[in-house]
């Protein structure tokens, strides 16, 4: 198994922009010193309490001061972007990294986002799919270039001159390119089946209940089946709040704390998602209501935490639900507390994850190889 880490960011309202950028720089040293295996940051345009603008630019100072780690767009938002961009940012960054990189996309999921691109939220999954076939298109080809889709078009035909690289646009570093991975957040996700389709990873939200997570398995065998896909569990990521501390009375302690940065991720997040109508993705019934989200429930449901021990029997109960995966992504909660985060990062990385690992690689080869026998 893998272990890397996932960053919306998701940060207090009101911290200075430059508190929030050095803490989820100082997260992703912690995480390739201690032996993570890939970093993902998110990106907003505009939402004040995720300040990440753009994933690559935060990402491209990590290069020169990590040494194993993957470095990881978690996602780039393509129905905000033109494709000729994407292609040309990917391709550079891939050579930069020297190929330490893995793409993620996804369709866009903050409502000031789409109002300041006019984009249409409906259509976002389309324009998804259309954006990354026209940037392998930019990849697969060579100038002149005259290539449209349904929603772009990508021409440079008049001034090419090859003699002095002009028109030239830039193919990445790995060969044939980057994997690429996309997230999914609701039940039987549309975004899961679209991505087992094109043979892409999938990334299950930690905000999202085992049963809803494991429906995203169901959903990307779908689609891999429909385009002949072979499925396979170690491309499938799943995100969770995890929190190890040296003792379960230290981290019954910290989970005390009224303010702990657990429940404020979880009282943002559930607020946020009541407020677009998206409560449903926090629900275990559908007869829940909104008022019934509350930060308790939330921690309850949705959050591991103890000493390592304890995270691993959970880690390993919760894995029973879902079925087996390839990568837990531990998702990034504010440092309210540096010392302690620190720490769960280490523990996590040295002392859950050989465990969990241990139990869960024989039930992925086993999974493989009834999937290989269908």
């Excluded at 772009?152 to 090419?160: D, G, R």
């Excluded at 690429?180 to 957040?185: E, Q």
């Excluded at 094109?198 to 065998?221: C, R």
Aim: some cysteine; overall charge negative; proline content about 5%.
């Amino acid at each position: 198994m893998k272990l890397g880490i996932f960053m919306q960011p998701l940060h207090l309202l009101g911290t200075p922009y430059h508190e929030m950028y050095d803490m989820d720089f100082a997260c992703a040293i912690h995480a390739d010193k201690v032996g993570y295996d890939e970093f993902w940051m998110g990106e907003h345009t505009s939402q004040r309490t995720e300040p990440v603008t753009n994933a690559l630019q935060f990402l491209s100072a990590l290069i020169p001061v990590t040494e194993r780690i993957k470095l990881c767009t978690g996602v780039l938002n393509l129905p905000h972007h033109h494709p000729a961009r994407i292609a040309a940012d990917v391709a550079m960054f891939d050579h930069m990294s020297k190929g330490r990189f893995i793409m993620g996309i996804g369709p866009g999921g903050t409502a000031s986002d789409f109002e300041v691109y006019k984009s249409d939220h409906k259509a976002s999954g389309a324009m998804l799919a259309s954006c990354y076939q026209m940037i392998r298109a930019i990849w697969n080809s060579e100038a002149p270039y005259d290539l449209e889709s349904a929603h772009h078009k990508v021409s440079i035909k008049n001034t090419v001159n090859e003699s002095l690289g002009l028109g030239l646009m830039p193919a990445p570093y790995q060969n044939p390119f980057p994997r690429v991975a996309t997230s999914a957040m609701s039940n039987l996700s549309s975004t899961a089946r679209l991505a087992g389709a094109n043979d892409w990873d999938v990334i299950s939200a930690n905000f999202n209940l085992p049963l809803t997570v494991a429906s995203h398995w169901q959903s990307y065998t779908d689609g891999a089946q429909s385009a002949g896909v072979k499925p396979d569990r170690r491309n499938w990521r799943i995100a969770r709040s995890v929190f190890v501390a040296d003792s379960q009375a230290q981290a019954d302690e910290y989970l005390a704390r009224k303010t702990n940065s657990l429940a404020t991720y979880f009282n943002l997040m559930a607020t946020l998602l009541k407020s677009v109508g998206y409560a449903n993705i926090l629900k275990a019934r559908p007869d829940m209501s909104d008022d019934e989200i509350t930060v308790d429930y939330c921690v309850k449901e949705m959050v591991i935490a103890g000493d390592a021990k304890s995270v691993v029997d959970q880690l390993v109960a919760f894995s029973e639900t879902t079925g087996p995966f390839g990568t837990l992504l531990t998702t990034f909660h504010e440092w309210d507390d540096e010392p302690l985060w620190r720490r769960s990062m280490e523990l996590t990385a040295k002392e859950v994850m050989p465990k969990f690992s241990e139990y869960m690689e024989p039930r992925l080869a086993e999974a493989e190889q009834a999937e290989y026998a269908q």
